[in-house]
């Protein structure tokens, strides 16, 4: 007879709360990373949906401490702008969610997750301190990334290059980055409830997960300035693309 806690077999809680406590270490050091690195991996032993769930409870507790943390810092018209374009798109992402397959979804996490990490890790990824956008094309990836947020928890992506491009300083951009993150996650949860793709085990999960996701949090950002910052987000986006191909094959071993 398997074990359970919670009505959670136990070998799938231990590895649900390895992936949380990597992915806190890895979001309070880069800044980002938690759903890129979390959904990916967790949706390779967990049903997409409830992966997707999981990492956005997590992903608001996380990103809530970070935008304490460094209030000071926040991009406020940039912030709203990619918030207000979130919040409009997050319906269509939720009817995503809750339709999709799980094959589907795998995938669509996949591709999402190598492009972003393939994107990060090309050489020719500059900042652009003096690039002029129009707010339009703020607000429309703001809309992108609300519809991947309640769809596949990882509106990251678009937010992390439009940020880049930006060419904020690393502390405006860490704590921007975490106000967006912030803003979506608490509006998307009421949406996700509200569509019905919450479930008790999903909330059990995230519960028992917590402690070693809050864990991660503290370790990471003790030792972030210790850290040489380029090394260490390459070595992140490695292991995002690996994450991705493993969610790929996973869709097609099923």
């Not at 992903?59 to 709203?80: F, Y």
């Not at 992506?157 to 980055?177: E, I, M, N, Q």
Request: glycine content about 8%; hydrophobic content about 60%; charged content about 10%.
């Amino acid at each position: 007879m398997t074990a359970t806690v919670w009505g959670i077999e136990v070998w799938i809680l231990l590895v649900l709360g390895a992936i949380t406590l990597v992915a806190g270490f890895v979001q309070a050091t880069a800044g980002f990373g938690f759903a890129l690195l979390a959904v990916p991996l967790m949706a390779l032993v967990i049903p997409p949906q409830a992966a997707v769930v999981i990492v956005f409870l997590h992903g608001t507790v996380s990103s809530l401490l970070i935008a304490a943390r460094h209030h000071d810092h926040i991009d406020r018209p940039e912030t709203w702008r990619l918030s207000a374009g979130a919040v409009v798109a997050m319906p269509l992402g939720a009817l995503i969610l809750i339709t999709a397959s799980a094959g589907v979804l795998r995938i669509a996490l996949g591709v999402a997750t190598c492009t972003a990490a393939l994107w990060m890790l090309h050489p020719a990824t500059k900042r652009r301190a003096d690039l002029v956008v129009r707010p339009s094309a703020t607000y429309a990836v703001g809309a992108l990334s609300g519809v991947l947020n309640t769809a596949l928890a990882t509106n990251g992506p678009p937010l992390v290059v439009y940020l880049r491009a930006r060419g904020l300083a690393t502390d405006a951009f860490r704590s921007t980055l975490s106000a967006v993150f912030t803003i979506s996650n608490v509006v998307g949860l009421v949406i996700l409830v509200a569509s019905g793709a919450v479930h008790r085990p999903a909330v059990a999960a995230f519960v028992l997960t917590l402690p070693l996701g809050l864990m991660g949090w503290v370790v990471g950002n003790t030792v972030s300035g210790k850290l040489h910052n380029n090394h260490f987000i390459h070595l992140v986006d490695i292991v995002l693309l690996v994450s991705g191909v493993l969610a790929i094959l996973r869709a097609f071993i099923g």
